[in-house]
C-alpha cells in the first residue's frame, strides 16, 4: 500500500491570540480519497490549509455518542460456499485482506450469520428437518450439519485471524413442521410452538458456540413485516413477538446462562411503531439489548424516534444490500456513506452489517429472493479472480481505521450543507477519525476544524474522504 501523505494539524491553521495557551504539539493528519466515479479508490491524499470559502466540518471531541462495536457484512450460506471453493491458499489471503489487521486489509469486526437458509442458500433447510410429515418437538432430530461444510469452516477461519470478530445471527424461519403452512415458506409459528422454537433458537446458539462460532447477539426472525413468496420467512407482528420473548426465549436463554443479547425487529425503517410496539411490553423489554434495522425503506430518522423513546436500547444496521438497482460507482459507493456509514451511525447504530460478504459472478448462489443482490466481493469460482465492489470500498473506509469500542464524537456542517460527516475516537490509541461526503454534484473545498485548528482539501463530487488525526503525546485533542 503507497505510504499516505501527511501534514501536521499544527502547521496548517492556527488561531492565534495574544496572552494565548501555548500551541500544543502538532498532530499527524492522513488522509484516503474514494471518488464517486470509482477512479481513486482509497487513494492517499495531501491535506493542507483550507480555504477562505471551505465548508466548515466541526469537530467536538469532548461530546460523546455511542460506542462502537464494528463494521462487516454477512457470512451467507452463499458467502461461505464461495469462499471455500477458492483455492486454501486464495481464501486464506482474501479472509486475511477481509478480517486481518495488516496495513491495508479491510479489518471488519462485525459479521451476521443465518439461522437455517435465507435466500442466499442453495436449498431451503431448518436445523431440525423430521422425515416428511413428521413433528418434533423433543427436537430429536436437531443438528448444525448442514452448517459443517462451508459455514462453520469460514466463520473459525476469519475468527483465527481476528479473535474479536463479533458474530449475529438471525433466522430467516422456523422449520416448516412449527409453522401452519407446514412449510418454511410462508404461515406463522404455531402458538403452542413458542417453547419449542425458543429451545431450538438455543440450541443453535449452543452449538455455534461449541463449534467454535458464540454468539453475541440474536434476532428472533429476519424481517417480520414481509413474507416472502419464494424463501423462508413469515409475518411475526410486535404483540406476538414481545410475548415470545417475555415467556419463551428471554427465559431459556437466561436457563440455559447463554450470555447472547437479544435484537428485535430486524427490518426496515418504515414501521418504527413495530420494535416500539415490542419495547412497550416491560416483560419483553426486560430481555431486550436493542433493535436491528434493514434500509429497504423508509428513513433512517426511525433509529433516533426508537432511541429517543428508549435511550438505553442499543441499535444496529444489520442487512443492507448493494444490487444491480443501484448501479455504477455514484450509486453503489454513495448510498452505503450517505445513508449507512453516515446516517445510520449518526442515528445511533453501534455497528453496521452489510448483505452478503461474497458472491459469485451470476449473485449467487442463492434460491429465490434477489437476484441482482450484489457482495462487498465477487469470486469467480473458475478463475478465483476477487472483485472489490464500491461496498467494499466504503466500508474500508470506516472499518480500518474506526478500532471496536470506538466512541462516536460530535462533527457538525452547516444546515443545508450537501457536506455530511460522522466521527470518532478511539480509545485505545486516542486517534480521531472523521468519514466526509460530499452529497453534491458539484466538487466543494471542505474544513476539518477540531479546537483552534483546522485542516482541508477540496472534495469532489459523490466522493469520500476519512481523515485520521493521530493524537501527539501531550496534546489537549
Not at 433447510?125 to 413433528?135: Q, V
Request: proline residues 9%; hydrophobic residues 45%; charged residues 20%.
Amino acid at each position: 500500500m503507497i505510504a499516505p501523505v501527511r501534514a501536521t494539524l499544527g502547521a496548517l491553521c492556527a488561531v492565534s491570540l495574544i496572552g494565548a495557551a501555548p500551541t500544543p504539539p502538532a498532530a499527524k493528519i492522513e488522509g484516503w480519497l474514494t471518488t464517486g466515479d470509482g477512479a481513486q479508490r482509497m487513494a492517499p491524499v495531501e491535506v493542507g490549509a483550507p480555504a477562505i470559502d471551505a465548508v466548515p466540518v466541526v469537530v467536538d471531541p469532548a461530546r460523546r455518542f455511542q460506542t462502537m462495536v464494528g463494521f462487516g457484512a454477512a457470512i451467507t450460506d452463499a458467502s461461505a460456499i464461495v469462499l471455500t471453493r477458492m483455492a486454501p491458499a486464495r481464501r486464506a489471503a482474501l479472509l486475511h485482506e477481509l478480517f486481518g489487521t495488516a496495513p491495508g486489509a479491510l479489518r471488519l469486526g462485525f459479521t451476521r450469520l443465518t439461522i437455517g437458509a435465507s435466500d442466499f442458500s442453495p436449498t431451503h433447510y431448518s436445523l431440525d428437518d423430521p422425515p416428511a410429515g413428521r413433528s418434533d418437538p423433543t427436537l430429536r432430530y436437531f443438528s448444525i450439519a448442514p452448517n459443517r461444510a462451508a459455514v462453520l469452516p469460514v466463520v473459525k477461519e476469519a475468527r483465527a485471524i481476528n479473535p474479536n470478530l463479533v458474530v449475529m445471527a438471525s433466522p430467516w424461519s422456523p422449520p416448516g413442521w412449527m409453522k401452519t403452512s407446514g412449510s418454511m415458506i410462508g404461515g406463522s409459528l404455531k402458538p403452542d410452538l413458542y417453547p419449542v422454537y425458543a429451545r431450538y433458537l438455543v440450541r443453535w446458539v449452543q452449538a455455534f458456540a461449541a463449534a467454535g462460532a458464540p454468539l453475541r447477539y440474536l434476532t428472533i426472525q429476519n424481517e417480520p413485516g414481509f413474507e416472502p413468496k419464494d424463501y423462508p420467512g413469515m409475518i411475526w407482528p410486535a404483540a406476538a413477538r414481545a410475548r415470545f420473548i417475555a415467556n419463551d426465549l428471554g427465559p431459556a436463554l437466561a436457563r440455559a446462562r447463554v450470555a447472547t443479547k437479544i435484537l428485535d425487529w430486524d427490518h426496515n425503517w418504515d414501521k418504527p411503531e413495530e420494535p416500539l410496539g415490542v419495547l412497550r411490553d416491560a416483560g419483553a423489554r426486560r430481555y431486550v439489548a436493542g433493535i436491528a434495522w434493514h434500509c429497504y425503506g423508509g428513513e433512517v430518522s426511525a433509529q433516533s424516534r426508537v432511541h429517543d423513546a428508549y435511550p438505553a436500547m442499543d441499535a444496529f444496521m444489520t442487512e443492507c444490500s448493494g444490487g444491480e438497482w443501484s448501479p455504477g460507482w455514484q450509486n453503489g459507493f454513495g448510498d452505503v456513506v450517505h445513508s449507512l456509514l453516515i446516517g445510520s451511525v449518526r442515528n445511533w447504530s453501534r455497528g453496521v452489517i452489510l448483505w452478503n460478504l461474497a458472491l459469485d459472478p451470476e449473485r449467487g448462489p442463492h434460491k429465490g429472493g434477489c437476484d441482482t443482490c450484489r457482495g462487498v466481493v465477487t469470486v469467480d469460482p473458475k478463475s478465483g479472480e476477487v472483485t472489490r465492489n464500491p461496498e467494499y470500498y466504503a466500508l474500508a473506509h470506516v472499518s480500518r481505521f474506526v478500532h471496536p469500542g470506538a466512541d462516536r464524537i460530535d462533527s457538525r456542517s452547516p444546515a443545508g450543507s450537501p457536506i455530511e460527516s460522522v466521527a470518532f475516537r478511539n480509545r485505545d490509541d486516542g486517534a480521531i477519525v472523521v468519514l466526509i461526503y460530499n452529497n453534491a454534484d458539484t466538487a466543494r473545498p471542505i474544513a476539518m476544524r477540531i479546537g483552534d485548528r483546522a485542516s482541508g482539501l477540496t472534495l469532489p463530487a459523490h466522493s469520500a474522504v476519512t481523515l485520521r488525526v493521530a493524537r501527539p503525546v501531550n496534546s489537549r485533542l
